[in-house]
Nanobody, 123 residues
Framework: QVQLVESGGGLVQPGGSLKLSCAAS????????IGWFRQAPGKEREGVSC????????YYADSVKGRFTISRDNAKNTAYLQMNSLKPEDTAVYYC????????????????WGQGTQVTVSS
């Protein structure tokens, strides 16, 4: 079965950290760019970060730059989003997707989406 599965979300206090994982099954992640997105209630989906496939380049939204780090481990067929210094405004459902390439934080040619994982930042 071809799918992406996110994990690692949860409840964290402001200033805390979480590491999200995006595990692929049924296809090889090596040849895909990976994007992380988030959607808060009542808001549009926002591109958070993107990492290209071949020579990994990374891109971040201004709102998370310096706090979030995207990475990938092709041997594990998994991508990650390390989130530090979390703020209440980071609260959202986070999704990963696999596609053709990154145009900044925009993932072009999306082919696969995960189901999302909830991140809640609250004291």
């Amino acid at each position: 079965q071809v799918q992406l599965v996110e994990s690692g979300g949860g409840l964290v206090q402001p200033g805390g950290s979480l590491k999200l994982s995006c595990a692929a099954s049924g296809f090889t992640l090596d040849y895909y760019a990976i994007g992380w997105f988030r959607q808060a209630p009542g808001k549009e989906r926002e591109g958070v970060s993107c990492i290209s496939s071949s020579i990994p380049k990374t891109y971040y939204a201004d709102s998370v730059k310096g706090r979030f780090t995207i990475s990938r481990d092709n041997a594990k067929n998994t991508a990650y989003l390390q989130m530090n210094s979390l703020k209440p405004e980071d609260t959202a459902v986070y999704y990963c997707a696999a596609g053709r390439s990154c145009l900044g934080t925009i993932l072009l040619g999306k082919e696969y989406w995960g189901q999302g994982t909830q991140v809640t930042v609250s004291s």
